[in-house]
């Protein structure tokens, strides 16, 4: 079984910035994929950005620009390093895990993005 737990969320104003984690319990060499999603009140859960094994990145149209995420081989660790966050970047986030034994997510983490 694995476990991903992910940190970071929080309450911050339009324009600051926050950094998300993603503490996944065994090596993150073994995925495939690793990335963020995030879900609104009343939307579908979407994809944020993500990140392949061998370090290729791809993020959403509405993110590109003011979100990065990397990655901690050591650390088992993922993150989103997010700036310029705007009140529609409202969300719970979701750390998400793809690999040969099948597809993972975190319990969640809540940003909002208020003044």
């Known amino acids: 079984q694995v476990q991903l737990v992910e940190s970071g969320g929080g309450l911050v104003q339009p324009g600051g910035s926050l950094r998300l984690s993603c503490a996944a319990s065994?090596?993150?060499?073994?995925?495939?994929?690793m990335g963020w999603y995030r879900q609104a009140p009343g939307k579908e859960r979407e994809l944020v950005a993500n990140?392949?094994?061998?370090?290729?990145?791809n993020y959403a149209p509405s993110v590109t620009g003011r979100f990065t995420i990397s990655k901690d081989n050591a650390k088992n660790t993922v993150y989103l390093q997010m700036n310029s966050l705007k009140p529609e970047d409202t969300a719970v986030y979701y750390c998400?895990?793809?690999?040969?034994?099948?597809?993972?997510w975190g319990q969640g983490t809540l940003v909002t993005v208020s003044s």
């Open positions: 990140i392949a094994s061998g370090g290729s990145t």
């Open positions: 065994r090596s993150i060499f073994t995925f495939s994929v």
């Open positions: 998400n895990a793809r690999g040969l034994g099948g597809a993972y």
